[in-house]
């Protein structure tokens, strides 16, 4: 194996490092490298290269699952710049965007409350959308304007908008219970 584990993420899976990727792309090369590294490959080898592989495989999944998703891929970009977003510590966010919380939160619960199937899918497709342009706008922070500040300002602000699709999602699947 002449793969390096120190290499970052993209590195690994010889992608460029940009928040726009082309997840078939990554797929592919996911698949590429799980194929020269899987631990059943080496059921037979020596200990160390059955453990080397076992550390490979497990680093490859996490490569993949971080860059497979949109929030995480760009909280690990932010990362590789040596942005923290200080999300335990740093709560404090603009007042608008916390009385557009409250408010999404209350139509979910009253949606909720309600049994309102109708209401809770267009509230998800709302905030689908919603997120959607802002991954649009994380994109162009990141990879063209490379706006770290302001790229901090909108992942933190998805984390609490992806938490609230969770919850809507979780909602639906309550109802169809």
């Known amino acids: 194996m002449s793969l390096d584990l120190t290499a970052d993420f993209f590195s690994l899976f010889d992608l460029p490092k940009a928040f726009r990727l082309n ?8 698949r590429d490298v799980q194929a020269q590294v899987h631990p059943d490959r080496f059921a037979s080898a020596p200990e160390t290269e059955r453990r ?10 996490e490569a ?11 909280k690990y970009l932010l990362e590789l710049a040596g942005h923290d977003l200080q999300a335990e510590s740093n709560t404090a966010m603009p007042a608008d965007f916390l009385i557009e919380q ?9 949606a909720r409350a309600g049994g309102d199937h109708h209401e809770l899918e267009r509230l998800f497709q709302r905030l689908t959308d919603d997120i959607a342009g802002r991954y649009e ?7 063209d304007a490379q ?9 933190r602000r998805l984390m609490f908008l992806e938490k ?3 919850e809507i999602d979780d909602a639906l699947a309550s109802l169809d219970d």
């Open 23 to 30: 997840l078939s792309e990554l797929d592919s090369r996911y």
């Open 102 to 110: 409250m408010e999404w939160r209350e139509a979910v619960m009253e």
């Open 137 to 143: 706008e994380v994109a162009g922070l990141l990879d």
């Open 64 to 74: 993949y699952m971080t860059l497979k998703k949109p929030l995480e891929r760009a």
């Open 52 to 61: 080397l592989s076992m550390q490979w495989a497990t680093r490859a999944n």
């Open 164 to 166: 609230l699709l969770f």
């Open 147 to 155: 706006d770290y500040a302001a790229v901090t300002d909108r992942v």
